[in-house]
């Protein structure tokens, strides 16, 4: 991001970078002659000495859920395969006026529902590092994006940890911000209480710097925070003592994979203690968690899809069909892939009638507790450390017919988003299969100041390490 | 053998929808003005665009308030929006945003009044919610057409407590209703347009029983007559059922209004499960102390509370005071006139004299009468204080003041020469010129016929042109004939 290339040499090199790894298959769309117009553009205004944007030049990918008007957005599914956005994501618009260059769309897992990018209308997102290995999901597309080089910054979304494990899987850095943090108006919707934007970078200042620009209140999601976006420095580090609580129940956990619960533990016995008073704390809901996460988000998607209906837009299997329910019936059943109708299917049953207070209910129970308690562990302490996945990148296909096994493996990232809080991946360490892994940080809400520049040093307190290890 | 109607009681409960006047839908900017070209009120929003998101309408939940307070409701401080989940081409999001398990508006009462009486109906609530847009299977013969300018309207549901007995009842209730959103001007109350719906639910019970029976819904009534008609037929209908062995069931029938009779539109087996559950795009509105005071210190008053004003304080006929509150402009009208003249049963004599009469042949109504309160009030005051008498006042001075919306009476009848004449000696020569030209009649009254006074009076009037003042004259023709 620095000033000695112009906006047109930097698109060229990402347009050929993506020519170069397009069986990586990380982009539904390039908007290539766009992007060149575009940074033209901005070096003309640049060298007429015009004051420039905040992401003047930056090259940044969007995830295939995010609305940028007059380009298609089709949240990687066959029933808006051909559906045009018509108006700016919120998120969008504001990289636009900050003179960000948006050099495509992002594959995905369709609707944002998967954890390996395997459940695309457009086919699997290989992990750069492994091509037999999945990037994670939901917003694989982008963490590769970012992971092989093909732009600066992308955003994702995160609805149970959608940017934080293909982060972790790709070995990059992927926030999801507090809930209402950056406006949700134009994301395609997921889980309305659950989703939020995320963003990929190699590095916290370049996350930190994009969320400035994108976070706010907006007048068209209510849902928004009025709290203003805080100002990210990251020149002087932080001379406090951070006070921080691991869940003992987490890295004790049987699906944790040993190499990775050793690493970590290792890595927080060794913090400098003068800045880091580390201490381990019990949490019994750990095993709830999941199951809270997937009925109350299937239960949100069930309704929030409703909409994919085939009438005003979007695929149809046929236009003359006179009965209506089978109308219904085959646009749907065509159009949305097995993952998508799963959990429709599942949604619309724990929301039914007779078994609404089984389900809903008492995951919404839950969700009180898990907020209750999440309240008053951040009286006590400024962060919580966890994994981000409970293993490193599997093999394609490896976990493609075991929905539950899938599922499961979102432990560690789904309490972020049935809290609120801010969480953050970052790519501290490696395992001895050759993979990258993570290292998860939340802080408590609205809390990204401190949770940013906690990462940002925790990151430079582990560089000498990585280089000991990874770089013989 | 004859059905024994009178062995059963219908009760009867409402649902009235009634859209809000509001200038945009509920959850969008577009306007929900009635009548725009088909598809022209939309946005990505009211499409139900992928990752458009609802944004709550402010003015809606103070209609919505502003209606819970004129009906003494109990109004919810926290408010939150369920989804109805359901799928019809007519509703963009596949739900419906409404407050169905939270409504902001809480039990209270409308006032009504029927042939036995004055009656409290209870309210069970007042919500919020928004309308779909309108399938129309007339434009095209092979296929429905869409018209999504409707979507998003919003729409206050009043739910009625099963408190009615009568079909008249039902009749005064929606009645009361459409004056009461009419007057707050929150709804125009049109049900032919239909910005104001009504369903019925009907059930019947044996006389004295306490429990309810199967209940039928009708809707599709499109008038105040209709209801009234639906529930008519709606009850008969059961009780002959019942008295023939048969069996009500609990279905949903719609009013056809050629020929005032219901037919079965499904059972209840064929029910939607809506899915409810907290729309969790919106977080929960909250009504302060502050805005309850606020809205509530913008009302009115209530046309209740005015008949009571005008019946006790200002001593009008219970009658003119139930008429003049029948609609908001009366009340505005007289109102201002009331500022003006101290003569209130005066002020309601032309208002519901000439006032209506004169919009009635021009088939107009009270909001589109251009002579302004304060000229009538002059007008009022010149009859009053005996310079012009009533009739000449309304049938020639009157239409003149109107023709120039505003205008000083005084000026217009000294314009007209319409003055009355008090001069005793004039009076006195029109008096004898009557009473020498018909001599017949002086001498029936003479004899007796005391009731010929009137006819003498009347001949006065038209030799005077009106202008004799008509206490004088008659004393001074009982006087003259008394002396002949």
Not at chain 1, 168 to 176: A, R, S, T, Y
Not at chain 2, 257 to 271: G, H, L
Not at chain 2, 448 to 460: A, D, N, W
């Amino acid at each position: 991001m620095s000033g000695s290339t112009t906006c047109v040499e930097a698109a060229h090199y990402y347009l050929s970078a993506i020519r170069a790894k397009l069986r990586l298959n990380a982009f539904v769309d390039i908007y290539e002659e766009e992007l060149l117009e575009r940074a033209a553009a901005l070096d003309k205004k640049r060298s007429s000495g015009a004051p420039i944007g905040k992401l003047h030049g930056v090259i940044t990918g969007i995830k295939d859920v995010i609305c940028y008007k007059g380009h298609k957005v089709t949240a990687a599914s066959r029933i808006l395969h051909k559906f045009t956005a018509t108006y700016n994501a919120t998120a969008v618009q504001k990289l636009l006026d900050e003179e960000a260059l948006i050099i495509g769309s992002l594959n995905c897992d369709e609707f944002a529902m998967g954890s390996s990018n395997e459940n695309s209308f457009y086919g699997n997102v290989l992990n750069a590092l492994d091509e037999g290995r999945v990037p994670g999901g939901s917003s694989g597309g982008s963490a590769v994006a970012v992971q092989a080089g093909l732009c600066m910054v992308s955003l994702g979304s995160d609805t149970g940890g959608s940017v934080r494990q293909p982060a972790d899987f790709c070995g990059i850095v992927g926030l999801k911000p507090t809930y209402g943090r950056i406006s949700r108006y134009g994301l395609i919707a997921y889980a309305s209480s659950f989703d939020q934007i995320g963003i990929f970078a190699n590095n916290v200042p370049d996350v930190a710097a994009v969320l400035q620009v994108i976070s706010g209140n907006d007048d068209f999601d209510s849902t928004a925070s009025a709290i203003s976006p805080d100002e990210y420095t990251f020149d002087t580090p932080s001379t406090g003592t951070y006070k921080i609580a691991y869940f003992k129940e987490a890295l004790e956990h049987p699906s944790l994979d040993q190499e990775i619960a050793g690493t970590i533990k290792s890595f927080i016995n060794n913090l400098p203690t003068q800045h880091f008073k580390v201490r381990a704390i019990s949490f019994d809901l750990l095993d709830y968690i999941v199951p809270a996460y997937y009925v109350l988000t299937t239960a949100e998607a069930s309704s929030n899809l409703s909409r994919f209906d085939g009438v005003r837009y979007g695929y149809r299997t046929n236009d003359d069909m006179a009965d209506l329910t089978e109308f219904y019936k085959d646009t749907r059943s065509a159009g949305f892939g097995k993952e998508v109708k799963r959990r429709i299917m599942l949604g619309n049953f724990v929301l039914s009638s007779g078994y609404f207070d089984a389900y809903f209910t008492q995951a919404q129970k839950v969700r009180k507790q898990l907020s209750d308690k999440t309240a008053l562990i951040f009286n006590d302490f400024d962060a919580i450390l966890l994994p981000t996945v409970p293993s490193t990148a599997f093999k394609i296909g490896e976990k493609k017919d075991d929905p539950i096994a899938m599922y499961l493996a979102d432990i560690y990232t789904v309490f972020a988003n049935l809290t609120g809080i801010p969480a953050i991946s970052i790519p501290l360490f490696r395992h001895s299969n050759g993979m990258p892994f993570g290292l998860q940080i939340m802080t408590y809400r609205f809390s990204e100041l401190s949770l940013l520049s906690l990462s940002h040093q925790l990151m430079n307190v582990s560089r000498q390490d990585l280089h000991q290890s990874t770089n013989p | 053998m004859p059905i024994p109607y009178e062995k059963y009681e219908a009760v009867i409960g409402l649902e009235v929808h009634a859209q809000l006047l509001t200038k945009s839908k509920l959850f969008s900017g577009d306007s929900a003005a009635f009548g725009a070209d088909a598809n022209t009120n939309i946005s990505p929003i009211v499409l139900a665009y992928p990752g458009a998101l609802p944004m709550l309408n402010k003015r809606a939940v103070e209609y919505a308030v502003k209606m819970g307070l004129a009906c003494g409701c109990s109004i919810e401080h926290t408010n939150y929006f369920a989804r109805k989940n359901y799928f019809y081409p007519d509703l963009p999001k596949g739900y419906q945003i409404s407050q169905h398990t939270t409504p902001v508006c809480k039990n209270g009462f409308v006032k009504i009044r029927t042939a036995n009486g004055e009656r409290d109906i209870l309210l069970n609530r007042i919500h919020l919610e928004e309308d779909a847009g309108k399938s129309l299977h007339e434009v095209d013969d092979r296929n429905t057409s869409l018209d999504y300018n409707r979507a998003g309207v919003p729409l206050i549901e009043i739910v009625s407590e099963p408190d009615m007995h009568t079909a008249e009842e039902a009749f005064a209730f929606v009645t009361e209703l459409r004056k009461l959103v009419r007057y707050l001007g929150i709804c125009d109350g049109n049900m032919e347009e239909g910005s104001m719906r009504c369903d019925a639910n009907v059930s019947i019970r044996i006389k004295g029983e306490k429990e309810l029976g199967t209940k039928v819904e009708v809707k599709n009534l499109n008038s105040i007559r209709n209801v009234k008609k639906a529930i008519e037929f709606e009850i008969s209908r059961m009780i002959e059922l019942v008295e023939s062995g048969g069996k009500v069931i609990q279905q949903t029938r719609s009013f056809d209004a050629s020929n005032d009779t219901t037919f079965s539109m499904r059972t209840k087996e064929e029910a939607n499960d809506y899915r409810y559950f907290t729309d969790p795009d919106l977080p929960p509105f909250i009504i302060t102390e502050e805005l309850l005071h606020a809205i509530r210190a913008a009302m009115p008053p209530l046309p209740e509370e005015l008949v009571r004003k005008y019946r006790d304080l200002l001593h009008l006929p219970e009658y003119d005071a139930r008429v003049i509150c029948d609609d908001a402009a009366t009340i505005r009208y007289f109102e201002l006139l009331i500022q003006t003249t101290t003569h209130a049963k005066a002020a309601a004599n032309w208002l519901l004299g000439p006032v209506k009469s004169f919009l009635n042949d021009k088939g107009e109504s009270m909001d589109e009468f251009t002579l302004d309160a304060s000229s009538l009030a002059t007008l009022i005051e010149l009859v009053e204080s005996g310079k012009v008498n009533f009739s000449i006042a309304s049938s020639r001075i009157f239409p003149v003041m109107v023709e120039k919306g505003t205008a000083d009476a005084l000026e217009v009848a000294t314009e007209l020469n319409l003055l009355q004449n008090s001069d005793a000696g004039d009076i006195a020569q029109w008096v004898d010129e009557v009473l020498l030209g018909m001599p017949e009649k002086v001498a029936e009254y003479k004899k007796g016929k005391k009731g010929l006074i009137g006819l003498f009076m009347g001949e006065v009037k038209k030799l005077s042109k009106g202008k004799a003042d008509p206490k004088i004259a008659t004393q001074l023709l009982t006087e003259k004939l008394e002396q002949r």
